[in-house]
């Protein structure tokens, strides 16, 4: 089961910043925080990625909560494009073990409105 | 584009027959994994490669299913006598293990309709 609580469905304008809420109050330390986001029938598309610290990329930005028991992706300026399905997963990069696949749960269909 | 591709995009069976399905990893990806995805469902790990060895297999992957990557570069999933449930998109992705956090990067998918 994902780790993770997401809301199922949000709306935001266009040209507003998305900000994306994720819940994961049981992550680990060494676990960390990746967003991917589902444009419809297309694959999965890496977004970012943090351990503790924020994080930002041309793409979006990620803030941790000190606690680090959830996190908010931000789309700066968010475009009719930006409009799909994104998934928050915590997980521990592989280390020399064994690793599992990423674990998806529902994720939050966003939808930006002209 | 260096990004991982997946053949063919879609695929039409009869129910019974067997299908393959392959994927082309981002160059020098050590790693490839197989999803699957069913409608309004997100993707669920089937196995993944560590170059050419096999090192994991999810409880979702029957018999019916085999994925070989014999080379250590593409990988081709096989589903032998095809059943409608079966129909999916089927996700292929690769990361290279031994730098940085080992990011899975995704295909486009392969839809799979069994009639």
């Known amino acids: 089961d994902a780790k993770t609580t997401q809301p199922p469905s949000m709306d935001c304008a266009e040209g507003r910043a998305a900000n994306l809420p994720c819940n994961h109050s049981?992550?680990?330390?060494?676990?960390?925080v990746y967003w991917y986001r589902q444009i419809h029938s297309q694959g999965p598309q890496y977004i970012i990625h943090?351990?503790?610290n924020n994080e930002t990329n041309e793409m979006a930005s990620l803030i941790i909560t000190e606690d680090r028991k959830s996190s908010t992706l931000i789309l700066p300026h968010a475009t009719l494009r930006d409009t799909a399905v994104y998934y928050c997963?915590?997980?521990?990069?592989?280390?020399?073990?064994?690793?599992?696949?990423?674990?998806f749960g529902k994720g939050t269909h966003l939808i930006i409105q002209p | 584009d260096t990004g991982v591709s997946q053949n063919p995009r879609h695929k039409i069976t009869k129910r019974g027959q067997n299908v393959t399905f392959r994927c082309d990893p981002i160059?020098?990806?050590?790693?490839l994994y197989w999803y699957r995805q069913t409608l309004g469902q997100g993707p669920e790990f089937l196995t993944y490669?560590?170059?050419?060895?096999?090192?994991?297999k999810s409880r979702l992957l029957s018999d019916r299913f085999s994925a070989e990557r014999p080379k250590g570069s593409f990988s081709t999933l096989e589903i032998q006598r095809t059943e409608q449930g079966d129909s999916a998109m089927y996700l292929c992705?690769?990361?290279?293990?031994?730098?940085?956090?080992?990011?899975?990067?995704f295909g486009p998918g392969t839809r799979l309709t069994v009639l």
């Open positions: 992705a690769s990361s290279f293990n031994g730098r940085g956090t080992d990011t899975q990067y």
């Open positions: 049981t992550i680990s330390g060494n676990e960390y």
């Open positions: 943090g351990l503790k």
């Open positions: 997963i915590v997980r521990v990069p592989y280390s020399g073990g064994g690793a599992d696949g990423l674990t």
């Open positions: 160059s020098e990806h050590n790693r």
């Open positions: 490669f560590q170059n050419e060895a096999q090192l994991e």
